[in-house]
């Protein structure tokens, strides 16, 4: 039903910034909520950051909330998680979700929906 697409990831130097892209498709998908998780080998899947389409209303990880901010571009149907001062530590596949309610953000059980994943390097 709905479709996500993530874009941006690849190999970047500690201490240096990358931005991801989240395409959004599909029926309805203007009423879900969109967040970005994160897996690294052998981890679960880490809750990152939330965003509203209607007020851009955001969610943050403690984690990351110094470093890493979500936005939305309502006009473009886009999803954006800007990352800075990245760390070795932040490698991982880093996934767009969807979710029908805003009850279970932090969780990945919570959403409905998932992109193929991008995979960021961090190099130290």
């Known amino acids: 039903q709905v479709q996500l697409v993530e874009s941006g990831g690849g190999l970047v130097q500690a201490g240096g910034s990358l931005r991801l892209s989240c395409v959004a498709s599909g029926r309805g998908f203007r009423s879900y909520f969109m967040g970005w998780f994160r897996q690294a080998p052998g981890k679960e899947r880490e809750f990152v950051a939330a965003?509203?389409?209607?007020?851009?209303?955001?969610l943050r990880a403690s984690s990351v909330k110094d470093r890493f901010t979500i936005s939305r571009d309502n006009a473009r149907n886009t999803v954006y998680l800007e990352m800075r001062s990245l760390k070795p530590e932040d490698t991982a596949v880093y996934y767009c979700?969807?979710?029908?309610?805003?009850?279970?953000?932090?969780?990945?059980?919570?959403?409905?929906?998932w992109g193929q994943g991008t995979q960021v390097t961090v190099s130290s």
């Open positions: 979700a969807a979710a029908r309610t805003e009850y279970a953000l932090e969780y990945a059980s919570g959403y409905d929906y």
């Open positions: 965003v509203t389409w209607s007020t851009g209303s955001s």
